[in-house]
């Protein structure tokens, strides 16, 4: 589920009165809420929903050099609304944020992007797709896709192709969040292969790998209780895949949720309870970075490590992204993301 748009909340006037983490507990105001057993129609649904409150296209890669050295890549794009209306120029009421990162070993390279809807700075189009914020860009049919960023610091030029299907989390992409109904729309494309250029400090160099691409909608995804996530995008080496998210609560406790995906797409959903995750070791600022991961169901006993203890995204709200490895039960790749440690 991401930090995704829920981040974008907090740039923007009601931050100082938000519920839950980044305001995402605050009252719909007006606009559209998620609905049980939805119908999507796509290429529409890749587009832009502005009835609804946040939204966003969240991108995370596994990406290896020809010499074995790993690293992560995020592409992000937010959009919030302001009011449910609609307007034109100034007077649109979208907000649209960017972040960009690049996570090796040794270094963790973050950017930012802040626009304003309306003004063609920033926007999506679904047909032809194309999701933008200045120059950076994703765009293509959802089977083959272009991905370009860049930063002082960082730059990478990216080529993805879909190897399998769409899949929807939850009841059939009705996602929810929290014991009181909360809940957003949320379907993955986690089968990207994806293969380009990292432009780093040190030179170009030239990975392979497999990507995560996450859509998701709502207006209030989370209760007022509900303080962060640690949400988990695992490949394993045997073809399966898992997402799975951890959101914690004031009163100590977690609601979970989780998707089992099978090689050929076929998806099986676990409501809160199913999965668990329980840290195992913090970095220096006290954030978890090592986990044990358990999906009973599943026979799932695995431990997470980040392949850089300080992935931390120095954004306008700060969290946790970055790549990391799954040993035990599952051998693979992955990506965590930490919101609710800052």
């Excluded at 050295?69 to 919030?80: D, E, I, K, N």
């Excluded at 030239?206 to 962060?228: F, I, K, M, Y």
């Excluded at 951890?246 to 309870?273: C, H, K, V």
Aim: glycine share 10%; net charge negative; aromatic share 12%.
């Amino acid at each position: 589920m991401n930090v995704k748009a829920l981040l974008l909340l907090c740039w923007m006037p009601c931050v100082a009165t938000a519920q839950g983490f980044a305001g995402l507990g605050t009252e719909v105001d007006g606009f559209s809420v998620p609905q049980p057993n939805p119908t999507f129609h796509f290429p529409s649904d890749h587009g832009a929903h502005p009835e609804y409150r946040i939204e966003w296209w969240y991108l995370t890669a596994n990406l290896t050099a020809a010499d074995g050295t790993p690293y992560g890549l995020q592409w992000t794009l937010f959009r919030s609304a302001l009011a449910p209306e609609t307007g034109a120029g100034w007077s649109a009421p979208q907000l649209w944020m960017g972040h960009a990162a690049v996570t090796t070993p040794d270094n963790h390279y973050v950017s930012e992007r802040l626009a304003r809807g309306g003004i063609g700075q920033a926007g999506v189009t679904a047909e032809p797709f194309e999701a933008w914020i200045d120059d950076w860009v994703l765009q293509g049919d959802w089977q083959t896709m272009q991905m370009t960023a860049s930063a002082p610091d960082f730059a990478y030029d990216m080529a993805l192709t879909a190897k399998g299907p769409l899949v929807f989390h939850g009841e059939g992409g009705y996602s929810v969040k929290s014991a009181a109904g909360q809940a957003s729309y949320y379907y993955s494309q986690p089968f990207f292969a994806i293969t380009g250029t990292l432009q780093l400090p040190e030179g170009d160099i030239a990975v392979t790998g497999n990507a995560w691409l996450d859509r998701e909608w709502s207006s209030q995804p989370l209760a007022d209780n509900q303080t962060g996530w640690d949400w988990f995008s695992l490949s394993f080496d045997d073809g399966a895949k898992l997402m799975g998210f951890r959101l914690q609560q004031t009163d100590g406790e977690n609601f979970t949720s989780a998707t089992w995906i099978m090689p050929d797409g076929t998806t099986t959903a676990y409501a809160d309870g199913a999965l668990t995750a329980t840290p195992l070791a913090t970095n220096a600022d006290d954030v978890p970075v090592r986990w044990r991961v358990e999906l009973p169901a599943r026979g799932l006993d695995v431990t997470v490590a980040a392949i850089n203890d300080n992935a931390w995204m120095t954004t306008s709200v700060p969290y946790w992204e970055g790549p990391v490895t799954v040993t035990g039960s599952h051998a693979g790749i992955g990506y965590l993301e930490m919101t609710g440690y800052e």
